[in-house]
C-alpha cells in the first residue's frame, strides 16, 4: 500500500464512532521502515477557517484495521491530540 492510498482514507474512532479526519503524514521508523503512527489533522477554529494547530498522533498500536475506504483505530482522543510543530 502507497502512502497516497492511505491519505484517501478516512479515520474512525471505535471508542465512541467519531470520524477523525484523514491521514495527513505517515512516521516511520528509521532503518527497519516500520510504520510508527499515523498523523490526522486535529480539529479546526471556527470551522477551519482559521487554520489547525493541534494533529491527531496516532500510535500504529492502535490501529484495529484498514479497509478499503476506512481506518479503524481504537484511541482515546485527549491522549493523541498534540500541539502541532510548526514554524
Known amino acids: 500500500m ?16 467519531r470520524r477523525l479526519g484523514f491521514v495527513s503524514d505517515v512516521v ?18 471556527i470551522c477551519g477557517i482559521f487554520g489547525r494547530d493541534t494533529e491527531y498522533v496516532i500510535p500504529f498500536s492502535c490501529v484495529r484495521q484498514i479497509g478499503s475506504d ?9 491522549e493523541i491530540l498534540q500541539k502541532c510543530e510548526c514554524v
Do not use: T
Not at 502507497?2 to 471505535?14: H, S, T
Open 70 to 78: 476506512i481506518i479503524l483505530v481504537d484511541v482515546k482522543v485527549e
Open 28 to 45: 516511520f521508523e528509521f532503518p527497519s521502515g516500520c510504520i510508527v503512527a499515523f498523523i490526522v489533522p486535529g480539529p479546526g477554529h
Open 2 to 17: 502507497r502512502l497516497y492510498d492511505l491519505k484517501e482514507k478516512e479515520v474512525i474512532n471505535m471508542c465512541d464512532c
